[in-house]
């Protein structure tokens, strides 16, 4: 067997805490054989901004506003949106090393693009919780059939559609759990089969499970049922604990003499979000609306309020967000408005002229209006704790550069997540209550963890926090190459291989 030099494994919003205390207690052994060997630290997420623009980020090096994706939706030549295909514009770290001579391997790094050539191989959207195309891709192009014919089709299918009932929980975590292994078997055939410098893989059920059985998990969650967990035991902590055994497989085939990487990009928590009431917080800063097409939507959201809460659940099952269903037309005569976005922060895109099909803030006051939303959107409290509703306000306009900038959102309101938020007030408009009408019980934290280990590394805790933009540099220096361009991230200094070093390595074999 020959060993890659670098094995890189992803963990899909695996939530840090949960990581560190399971293998503290020794329920993730494979884990916690890195964390003790290894360097550990924080993969810091960029703020405000989901799973859907940290991986792009991760393989790129860049932000957002350099890829070109702040989520996987996006404006759709005007106020409509659209889950569009590969929008990525900057290239990943695996083509940096592909040109320069390195043999590769990409097994579903979630949100990435299909390279046009590459010095080894790539799969993507096999098995995985957010497929961006409609079918597994590969290159070579036949690899994907070869891939579907040997181990399947995934077995869990769309995460947000399934059933609610013990039963119906039991069925999705076994397959869960059996889309680890497959998965696993795949990666294991895949390491054998060539001499690569770079072996990269991403598990992504703790995703899955995470956004729908948090509740299960979380006792002090308002939805737990404690006959359930009795029952089914802890999903997420099953789930994590096949995924470690997939990554003991890995550890084992690769050798001692591989340098890995192991890296949580984002993590997961309960949903406490304000994404449902957001729309009409903009409303209420603007004013009720006056034309007759919007009352008529309002009138059809009050409908919506009347039906059996079992019909509203079957309707709106896997149907998407608040923010997805806001109509196009109700954007374009609104001065700012909402966009499809994770639960973990709410975003606002102002209507302004010159940029938007028919603005309606003059850019001269783009600012002056965006400082006073601020600071009535920060009126708001929790009306059941008297907390703070938003913890974070961050406007990307004031950290980030790049052409992709103008795509971007205008603010990202970070949710303030201690307790469930279900009625909000603000001296200013009085009390709004609407209603959450996801099914994802948990979603996205901050909370990032990175673990790298090998022959030439310490072990310990890094000096900082490294941004997930540093990964795809470090993952670069670690092969003894430079990866150039306009970065945003850099090398995690304790990681660092120059290149005189790499090349007097050995060849793996």
Avoid at 5 to 25: K, P, Y
Avoid at 459 to 484: F, H, N, Q
């Amino acid at each position: 067997m020959s060993n890659p030099r670098v094995l890189f494994i992803g963990l899909d919003a695996g939530e840090r805490d949960l990581l560190l205390q399971w293998s503290e207690a020794g329920h993730l052994p494979h884990i916690k054989s890195l964390l003790d060997r290894g360097l550990r630290g924080e993969a810091e997420v960029i703020p405000g901004f989901g799973s859907g623009a940290m991986w792009p980020s991760f393989a790129t090096a860049v932000s957002p506003a350099k890829h070109g994706r702040y989520f996987g939706f996006s404006t759709a030549g005007g106020y409509s949106t659209a889950k569009r295909a590969q929008e990525i514009r900057s290239k990943p770290f695996w083509e940096v090393l592909s040109e320069q001579g390195k043999k590769v391997a990409v097994i579903n790094v979630p949100y990435a693009r299909l390279s046009d050539s590459l010095n080894g191989l790539q799969v993507l959207d096999w098995a995985i919780h957010n497929p961006v195309e409609s079918r597994p891709v590969s290159l070579p192009e036949q690899l994907a059939d070869e891939v579907v014919g040997k181990y399947g089709d995934d077995p869990v299918g769309p995460c947000d559609r399934q059933g609610l009932g013990q039963s119906d929980f039991r069925i999705f975590i076994d397959r869960l759990c059996d889309r680890v292994q497959s998965k696993t078997d795949m990666a294991l055939e895949m390491l054998d089969r060539d001499q690569w410098d770079l072996f990269a893989t991403v598990f992504d059920e703790t995703h899955c499970v995470g956004h729908q059985t948090w509740h299960i998990h979380d006792h002090a969650h308002p939805d737990h049922d404690a006959d359930t967990a009795a029952a089914l035991g802890d999903p997420m902590l099953k789930v994590y604990q096949a995924i470690d055994a997939g990554i003991g497989r890995l550890l084992e085939q690769a050798g001692d003499d591989t340098q890995i990487m192991l890296a949580s990009i984002t993590g997961m928590g309960a949903n406490y979000t304000a994404n449902w009431i957001l729309e009409d917080m903009l409303r209420s800063y603007e004013g009720e609306p006056k034309s007759a097409g919007l009352s008529a939507l309002s009138m059809v959201r009050g409908v919506w309020r009347t039906l059996p809460e079992g019909l509203r659940q079957s309707i709106k099952r896997g149907t998407g967000s608040a923010a997805e269903k806001t109509s196009a037309m109700e954007r374009r005569q609104r001065a700012a408005f909402t966009l499809p976005h994770n639960d973990i922060s709410g975003v606002v895109r102002v209507n302004l002229k010159g940029r938007e099909p028919e603005g309606v803030i003059e850019p001269e006051n783009y600012q002056s209006y965006l400082d006073g939303l601020v600071d009535y959107l920060k009126t708001f409290k929790n009306a059941e704790t008297g907390e703070p509703l938003i913890k974070h306000v961050v406007e990307p306009r004031k950290f980030m550069t790049g052409k992709h900038l103008e795509d971007m959102p205008d603010l990202l309101l970070e949710w303030n997540r201690s307790a469930p938020i279900r009625i909000v007030e603000s001296p200013k408009t009085g009390r709004l209550q609407n209603s959450y009408e996801g099914n994802r019980l948990g979603d996205h934290t901050v909370h990032g963890l990175l673990v790298m280990a090998g022959q030439s590394m310490g072990s310990g805790s890094l000096a900082e926090k490294a941004s997930v933009m540093d990964l795809a540099p470090t993952l670069c220096a670690m092969l003894g190459v430079d990866m150039p361009g306009d970065l945003d991230g850099k090398v995690i200094a304790e990681a660092a291989t120059s290149p005189s070093q790499a090349e007097s390595e050995p060849a793996l074999s």
